[in-house]
T-cell receptor
């Protein structure tokens, strides 16, 4: 039951360049989307979110884009920094429920 | 900055034993959650808790699992008779309010190993 998919298990990017992490979902009832970042031996840390009524949300170096018709969202990090190296989880919620459904994660390595 | 804390950080137990994982949510938060992540797999929802009762649970959360808020600060997950497949990282989370815009804040996790 893969309601949230992240098809790239890993991504390597040079420092200073843009990192683009992709996410697809299947449940059309999802109306809120989140990105979490996770370092080893730590819990997921909230990064940025977007409501289904928007198509873009920006916070500093991080921008999330949502394409509802394609059931696709992406996280852009620019410029990428070595400290951004972590596992990034795409996640989603629907209004009727309170739980967050996580994708499998993408491991980002930013190379100095 | 307030944070969710969890104890212990690691727990090793024998199959069939009971374990209690403890969490201290952020103090003004009202909604509490447990998730788990089996090694190499994704983070999975277990249960949500509000107003001293379970508000939602997944199919993973069977009769072997229970949650409790024994006092004003702790939130516990009990596994009555552990199985090998319960080995995972268990994350507690909390959030302040009901709306989707309220973010769930996660603790650092308890790594449970069942032998």
């Amino acid at each position: 039951d893969q309601q949230v998919k992240q098809n790239s298990p890993s991504l390597s990017v040079q420092e200073g360049r843009i990192s683009i992490l992709n996410c697809d979902y299947t449940n059309s009832m999802f109306d809120y989307f989140l990105w979490y970042k996770k370092y080893p031996a730590e819990g997921p840390t909230f990064l940025i979110s977007i409501s289904s009524i928007k198509d873009k949300n920006e916070d500093g170096r991080f921008t999330v884009f949502l394409n509802k018709s394609a059931k696709h969202l992406s996280l852009h990090i620019v410029p990428s920094q070595p400290g951004d190296s972590a596992v990034y989880f795409c996640a989603a919620s629907e209004t009727s429920y309170d739980k967050v459904i996580f994708g499998p994660g993408t491991s980002l390595s930013v190379i100095p | 900055e307030p944070e969710v804390t969890q104890t212990p950080s690691h727990q090793v137990t024998q199959m069939g034993q009971e374990v209690i994982l403890r969490c201290v949510p952020i103090s003004n938060h009202l909604y509490f959650y447990w998730y788990r992540q089996i090694l190499g797999q994704k983070v999975e929802f277990l249960v949500s808790f509000y107003n001293n009762e379970i508000s939602e649970k997944s199919e993973i959360f069977d009769d072997q699992f229970s949650v409790e808020r024994p006092d004003g600060s702790n939130f516990t997950l009990k596994i009555r008779s552990t199985k090998l497949e319960d080995s995972a990282m268990y994350f507690c989370a909390s959030k302040r309010g009901r709306g989707l815009q309220e973010t769930q804040y996660f603790g650092p996790g308890t790594r449970l190993l069942v032998l």
